[in-house]
């Protein structure tokens, strides 16, 4: 018997992920972005289904939807906590169109690690599922590795947060370093303001324009004429890379 058919995964294997939500579209969205990524993918369409893949196979984080006919995302975590044993300490990322405040809260409450409000974007998703991995100690699981990105003399550890010029380490506030994250690892291509705004801690989206001028003040030369953080007008931001 292999270490996944027994419940305990094989140390070395890639992460194994499980995505439980009902709509199909998005099961298949993470399911192909995800392996992209490096990652092994399951999906189930409900809380049961769920239970039945996890009585056969072991996982190495859950994201789960939270509203779900036949039982919700929250309740499976609860009963996952409370009573599975293969689902006790396994990290858990809720995602969800609910944005309160209170559902955050419910949800955290229920055992989850982490919360993602619908709409989202995948690499956001990416950036988040690799931090709670690498905070996995009992035993050794690869997790993508995450480059570092360069642009002009600066270059970003994504998977620290750490940004440098030349040899000299530019300090960050925590927000411009989620904000400064998400753009990296968009390799160039333009974030919206909207997944700005909510990576990390959220905020609201005119925040977002402070953060971006107080990232420009860091990054440009000339922060009137950015060379690197770019505007895409009406859309959002991209941030210009080497190559």
């Known amino acids: 018997m292999n270490a996944r058919a027994n419940?305990?995964?094989?140390?070395?294997?890639?992460?194994?992920?499980?995505i439980v939500d009902d709509?199909?579209?998005?099961?298949?969205?993470?399911?192909?972005y995800l392996t992209m990524q490096g990652y092994r993918v399951t999906t189930a369409a409900s809380s049961a289904d769920a239970k039945s893949r996890m009585q056969s196979l072991a996982f190495d984080l859950l994201v789960l939807d939270v509203m779900m006919p036949g039982g919700s995302g929250i309740s499976l975590a609860r009963d996952l906590r409370q009573h599975g044993e293969a689902g006790t300490g396994v990290p858990i990322i809720f995602l969800t169109a609910r944005g309160e405040v209170?559902?955050?809260?419910?949800?955290?409450?229920?055992?989850?690690?982490?919360y993602l409000a619908k709409p989202f974007d995948p690499r956001e998703l990416t950036l988040r599922i690799a931090s709670l991995l690498r905070r996995t100690k009992d035993r050794q699981i690869v997790v993508p590795e995450e480059p570092v990105v360069r642009f002009g003399e600066f270059c970003f550890d994504l998977a620290h947060g750490d940004l440098r010029r030349g040899d000299k380490r530019v300090a960050l506030a925590e927000r411009e370093r989620?904000?400064?994250?998400?753009?990296?690892?968009?390799?160039?291509e333009v974030v919206s303001r909207h997944a700005l705004a909510t990576c990390g801690t959220p905020c609201n989206e005119r925040s977002v324009n402070v953060q971006i001028n107080r990232l420009r003040r860091k990054l440009e030369g000339d922060p009137a004429d950015p060379a690197y953080l770019i505007t895409a007008r009406g859309t959002g931001y991209r941030l210009a890379l080497d190559g």
């Not at 209170?102 to 982490?114: K, Q, T």
């Not at 400064?180 to 390799?187: T, W």
């Open 7 to 18: 419940g305990q995964p094989a140390e070395g294997e890639a992460a194994h992920l499980l």
């Open 23 to 32: 709509d199909s579209r998005i099961r298949a969205l993470l399911a192909r």
């Open 102 to 114: 209170e559902d955050r809260i419910a949800g955290l409450e229920a055992g989850g690690d982490d």
């Open 178 to 188: 989620e904000m400064l994250r998400l753009l990296a690892s968009a390799r160039g």
